[in-house]
């Protein structure tokens, strides 16, 4: 079977397409024909050898991938050849099978597609986990989300209006503004300008009655968390999810004490490793809401399987609105 390594790391163009050996499930994992497997900015993280778990080279990138189970190992019940599956793990995806771990599998609802399958992953459960474990949000509030036109923002938007809040969008392009506000916004947030630090501010007054949003959901970093927690109401929580932005800002403690504010912080893998249950009990949620029409998957590109690393290339760019996959196999 084919599979992407990194043998070195570097840009995208430095993975290497390779035939390497079928691949057997141990204890409690399966094995996975992959269909489709999702493309996150975390990858290009991993890719460049930046990111914070890095597995021994050469490896397999890839975080979540649908497919059909193919084997099962030692003590699985509750999976079998053939079950449609979405599978989530630290690497691997980005092949033709995938070894996961039963644990971190979960069953299709019917009628849901394997590239759509993707977009419900790691990006909804990024931001279910961030609305609702970590911001507590509650029906009736206001959510500002950053980088509002990619995959954890178009998740955010849709879960947090799932949830009763009212939502501002932040965009830095005109031509993302009817993208967002198909998806939920309520509101648009310019944030193109060169006057970031005032403008974000503004805008978000002018859109709450002066009064701020309760929660901030920002997988940007920069100098848009440092504008972003200006425009905090009393009480409001903004939760750091990443740093797309390519810088890493700090806080002074100070200024979260006189507003009664708080930052937080989700790394998703670790929900994944130490609360499996609680993933499990997200993603059922997430098919929940997708079977009631509340969200929608976001996948508006896909590419085949040699395409891959000028797919990482656009993520890393910031030039692919929604979510993007990977097409492997029989994606129908």
Known sequence: MRAYQVVEFGPPSAL?????????????????????????????????????????????????????????????????????????????????????????????PEGLGFADATALGLVYQTAYFALHDRANLRPGETVLVGGAAGGVGIA???????????????????????????????????????NLWDDLRAQVLAATDNRGVDVIIDPVGGEFFNAALRALAWCGRLVVIGFA????????ANYLLVKNISVSGLQWSDYRERMPQRMAEAQAEIFRLWRSGAVQPPVTRTFPLEELPAALELIEKGRIRGKAAIIVGDAS
Do not use: C, W
Request: glycine share 12%; aromatic share 6%.
């Open 245 to 252: 932005g390519g810088d890493i800002p700090s806080v002074k």
């Open 16 to 108: 290497q397409l390779k035939e390497v050996d079928d691949l057997v499930p141990g204890k409690g994992q399966i094995v996975v024909d992959v269909a489709a497997a999702g493309i996150n900015f975390p990858d290009t993280l991993v890719v460049s050898g930046r990111y914070q778990i890095l597995p021994p080279r050469p490896f397999v990138p890839g975080k979540e991938l649908a497919g059909t189970v193919r084997a099962v190992g030692a003590g699985v019940t509750d999976f079998a050849p053939g079950d449609r599956v979405l599978g989530q793990l630290e690497h691997g995806a980005f092949a033709e099978q995938a070894v996961v771990n039963s644990a971190d599998a979960f069953h299709l």
């Open 156 to 194: 955010s938007m849709q879960l947090a209006k799932a949830f009763g809040a009212r939502v501002l969008a932040a965009v830095r392009k005109p031509d993302q503004v009817e993208f967002v506000r198909a998806n939920g916004a309520d509101a648009v947030i310019d944030v193109g300008g060169a």
